[in-house]
């Protein structure tokens, strides 16, 4: 299994440009996560997906930000416009779900952003 | 609001030391405990502790949860560099949040 799988690695960006970030679950996995990670505040909930569906999107900071699930297979965080303040590590990460057994969380590499 | 208490923020040992990484948490309708190791890129996934003093053992690490006090500590014996590394410890509550809580971790940093 080649696990979650994020893109892009690395995104540098101007204030006001919108960013889109990828990512791929694990196959099989019915949950998706988008976490952010900054030094202040560690790693906090963004939003997560159920089946494909928003859940719980209690952490997304403002309008700005956005997040889709249009298949089992494919998810994206865009932010727009961007501000500085957006400058972190944004992980994706999937786990199963069943009715006896929970997997643990499982994370993708990360998208380290800069906005300047 | 569910909040997760890691300490020390961060600790400098030698290699050959035995550290002990403390979570302590206060949430509503506790189910499991979690704790990930994080180098410099996904945090990675060491335990999941659900019942109260059973310890969970993989190879110098071990850890162990108390339901009663809420806490959990994480063990790691004859440290080496290689476990040099933020260590991460998180919650998941029973209901229909399936949204896991995660203090702010413990730096270690291991000396040889």
């Known amino acids: 299994d080649a696990g979650v799988i994020q893109s892009p690695r690395h995104e540098v960006t101007e204030m006001g440009q919108e960013v889109t970030l990828r990512c791929k679950p694990i196959s099989g996995h019915d949950y998706l996560f988008w976490y952010r990670q900054t030094m202040m505040r560690g790693l906090e909930l963004l939003i997560y997906f159920n089946n494909n569906v928003p859940i719980d999107d209690s952490g997304m900071p403002e309008d700005r930000f956005s997040a889709k699930m249009p298949n089992a297979s494919f998810s994206t965080l865009k932010i727009q416009p961007s501000e500085p303040r957006d400058s972190a590590v944004y992980f994706c990460a999937s786990r199963f779900r069943g009715s006896s057994y929970n997997s643990p969380l499982h994370f993708g590499n990360g998208t380290r952003l800069t906005v300047t | 609001e569910d909040k997760v208490v890691q300490s020390p923020l961060s600790l400098v040992v030698h290699e050959g030391d035995t550290v002990t990484l403390n979570c302590s948490y206060e949430v509503t309708n506790f189910r499991s405990l979690l704790w990930y190791k994080q180098e410099k890129k996904a945090p990675t996934f060491l335990f999941m502790l659900?019942?109260?003093?059973i310890e969970k053992k993989s190879g110098r690490l071990s850890s162990i949860l108390d339901k009663k006090e809420l806490f959990s500590i994480l063990n790691i014996t004859a440290t080496q560099t290689g476990d040099s590394a933020v260590y991460l410890c998180?919650?998941?509550?029973?209901?229909?949040?399936?949204?896991?809580?995660f203090g702010k971790g413990t730096k270690l940093t291991v000396n040889p």
């Open positions: 659900t019942s109260s003093g």
């Open positions: 998180a919650v998941i509550t029973q209901g229909g949040s399936e949204k896991l809580v």
